[in-house]
């Protein structure tokens, strides 16, 4: 059912759709939790996983996650259970491992069909549904024809994840309900949005692109060495390949659009893992985004504990 977002006037603005039956927004809400907002950040997104250990670590509550990009990839299976499985299997990607995980297609709509990585996720998730997981669960994913920000929150699990992580370009665009999906992360790539939407009082985000750009909008820059100057002998960085192009020309998009999303609805409590070194393809550099994003939510669960109890006040 559609048209959920037509019926609440702050959502109105971000056009967002909501695939499912109505979600239970007038929940009550319990203070004891809270609710995660994962980003996306392709390879940095491993990042969560840790974040995520931390907090199950220090006995945090979840009461919903919403995900975009691979923030639904790792929020979908932790509330399915099978967090252990998803990171066994980052921290044993390596570079051969993961060229045999894509594959390349001729003329369709993206470079890579990610059928095989859509089998490994079906050999853990198959028949799971986003509306039967433990706690409410939100993929958010882009409707290409429209550019409308789809909310799915009900149907099969796996189509849900490809959904919000099919990066335009480099996979293939998702069906869905009749419509095409490509990643959420063109219209909100940090969703803090979705869960003031459902009403949660405590919202914690990860932001995996926080100042990967620097805080200048601006950079003065000249096309040759000034009149009668000489240009300094710098070595020229390696020419990206055409997935490298695609892959950080959407980042710069991406950081752009969550500076401007942050600033208007910000979460209670931000997380920046330290990952600005990690590639946006460096997906066998698991290992150190797990414990960067560890080491970031351990060192702000004080703080965290503080405005639990603020709000139970």
Not at 113 to 135: A, C, I
Not at 247 to 262: C, E, G, T
Not at 273 to 290: K, T, V
Request: include cysteine.
């Amino acid at each position: 059912m559609l048209g959920w977002g037509n019926r609440h006037n702050h959502l109105a603005a971000g056009n967002p759709e909501a695939l499912g039956n109505e979600p239970p927004v007038n929940q009550i809400v319990d203070t004891r939790r809270i609710a995660l907002a994962l980003g996306g950040g392709a390879a940095r997104g491993w990042a969560h996983i840790g974040v995520l250990r931390a907090l199950d670590e220090a006995g945090v509550k979840i009461g919903m996650i919403a995900g975009t990009s691979i923030g639904a990839l790792v929020g979908g299976c932790y509330l399915a259970g099978k967090l252990d499985e998803l990171e066994e299997f980052a921290r044993s990607l390596t570079m051969r491992r993961i060229a045999g995980l894509l594959d390349l297609t001729i003329g369709g709509g993206g470079l890579f069909g990610g059928m095989r990585l859509t089998k490994r996720m079906q050999e853990h998730l198959e028949g799971l549904r986003v509306e039967n997981l433990d706690h409410p669960f939100i993929a958010v994913a882009t409707e290409l024809r429209t550019g409308h920000e789809v909310w799915i929150h009900q149907g099969d699990l796996v189509t849900a994840l490809r959904s919000s992580y099919a990066l335009p370009g480099i996979f293939e665009p998702v069906q869905c309900n009749g419509r095409t999906l490509i990643d959420g992360a063109l219209v909100n790539p940090v969703p803090v949005s979705v869960c003031r939407a459902y009403e949660q009082a405590l919202v914690v985000a990860v932001n995996l692109n926080y100042d990967l750009f620097g805080r200048s909008a601006v950079v003065k820059h000249a096309a040759s060495p000034s009149h009668g100057g000489v240009a300094p002998a710098v070595e020229s960085p390696p020419r990206p390949g055409l997935p490298g192009v695609m892959v950080q020309a959407f980042n710069i998009i991406q950081d752009r659009i969550s500076r401007s999303r942050l600033a208007g609805d910000p979460p209670d409590l931000m997380l920046h893992p330290r990952i600005n070194d990690i590639g946006l393809s460096e997906f066998h550099r698991a290992s150190e985004a797990i414990d960067r994003g560890y080491e970031e939510t351990r060192s702000r669960i004080p703080e965290l504990e503080r405005m639990q109890q603020a709000f139970r006040r």
